[in-house]
């Protein structure tokens, strides 16, 4: 009797062991399906790839940084170019790294690519929940990540609509285009056709928002000369030169640099007088000036020591505004020509309302279901790059 009742106590036993095995599975399944859902919904459907040059990290990035830079035809027409590339970035390199190390021993715009990134998604997955999630992606032209392995990346995360957003806002075949040219390059190296849906955001000199950022920095800074000489300050919008064999192949930098210049000082109101000077020449070539340097020599000698620097064609900070204009320009050279007040007005870096522009500008971009801007498909008259041609075809044949 007592094996009895034993026996009669272990069926329920058993069967609420089951029950709990049954419930364990179960919710096990319900975990995993959960997971699954989420991996699915967070899948980015729309890809913003950030186009730029980028900047070497570390000091020993710099030599590798150099030789993508002398060795991209499109940026540069060497003779013997795969032998004097390499030459000029391995002589350079010892200058270029000492000037790193003044600003912090590396470039800050991958930092600052990524702030301006993170911001701008978040915005989009609140204004556009039709293209939704976005997600960010950084191609860098002589730096990792390149724009390849940010285009890899991309594929792998199962991206369906593709954007190539420069961060030039002017646009320049020796920079958008180079960019423009490697995603090009990437897919007719291989077979396979492309997974995404590609489309361009190629120039945005004149966007309003980017405007009003640039008139709020110059303001900003305005405000920190003494009053009884802010009115007499010189603005000086500086870009990066280019040289004029680029130029005049019909290159419309110059235009639109002027362009963007044209509309912060109108919406300055024309407060103060200005000028638009040029940065970075490199080599015995002629480049377009007038040279940023020499503009501040001149005018000291013309008695015009109150002067505001202005970064006019770069949104974040890097080794041309941080060396060259803050340290070169105004220290040094504001030293030796007895300038009474130089100042520099900061760059977008993590302004809130230039997250809000970019932004705006892939909202429209995606609204208007359009592969590129019809300049764009428009090559330079006297373009000697066949690559160029393939690339705007590439894209004008894109079905965003």
């Known amino acids: 009797m007592a094996c009895g009742r034993t026996l009669q106590h272990e069926r329920p036993v058993k069967n609420i062991c089951k029950i709990e095995w049954l419930c364990f599975y179960f919710h096990f399944f319900c975990l995993w399906m959960k997971i699954r859902t989420q991996t699915n919904d967070t899948k980015p459907k729309t890809g913003i790839l950030m186009l730029n040059m980028g900047g070497p990290e570390k000091l020993e990035d710099v030599h590798d940084f150099l030789l993508r830079l002398f060795m991209d035809t499109d940026l540069l027409q060497l003779p013997v170019q795969n032998k ?12 270029i790294q000492e000037q790193y190390s003044k600003i912090g021993g590396g470039s800050p715009i991958k930092a600052w690519t990524t702030t301006q990134g993170e911001g701008m998604v978040k915005l989009l997955d609140e204004m556009c929940p039709e293209t ?16 390849e392995e940010a285009i890899e990346q991309m594929e792998k995360d199962g991206v369906e609509r593709a954007v190539a957003f420069t961060q030039y806002p002017q646009y320049s075949c020796s920079t958008t285009g180079s960019s423009l040219n490697a995603i090009y390059r990437y897919y007719s190296s291989r077979s396979d056709r492309p997974k995404m849906r590609w489309s361009v955001i190629d120039r945005w000199p004149t966007h309003p928002l980017l405007i009003e950022c640039f008139a709020e920095h110059v303001v900003n800074e305005l405000e920190k000369f003494p009053a009884e000489k802010r009115d007499d300050v010189v ?57 940023t340097d020499e503009v501040i020599k001149g005018l000291c000698q013309r008695g015009k020591k109150n002067l505001l620097l202005v970064p006019i064609a770069f949104t974040s900070d890097h080794i041309e505004t941080l060396h060259e204009l ?38 429209s971009h995606l609204k208007s279901n359009k592969p590129c801007s019809r300049q764009l498909t428009l090559r330079c008259p006297l373009c000697v790059n066949p690559t160029c041609a393939q690339t705007k075809a590439f894209f004008s044949s894109q079905k965003p």
């Not at 004097?84 to 200058?95: H, S």
């Not at 192949?249 to 912060?264: F, K, L, S, W």
């Not at 105004?330 to 809000?356: H, W």
């Open 132 to 147: 939704a999630p976005h997600k960010f992606y950084i191609g860098f032209r002589y730096v990792h990540p390149l724009t």
């Open 326 to 363: 803050d340290i070169e320009y105004s220290q040094i050279l504001g030293e030796e020509c007895g300038v009474e007040n130089i100042r520099r007005a900061e760059s977008l870096n993590g302004n809130p309302l230039f997250f809000r522009a970019l932004a705006d500008l892939v909202q």
């Open 235 to 291: 603005i000086l919008f500086s870009a990066h030169s280019l040289p004029l064999s680029v130029v005049n192949r019909g290159d419309p930098y110059p235009q639109e640099v002027g362009a963007t210049v044209q509309r912060v000082m109108d919406r300055l109101g024309h407060c103060n007088p200005y000028r638009l000077v040029w940065q970075s020449k490199v080599g015995p070539m002629a480049w377009l000036g007038p040279q």
């Open 84 to 95: 004097l590339g390499p030459f000029i970035a391995k002589r350079r390199t010892p200058k």
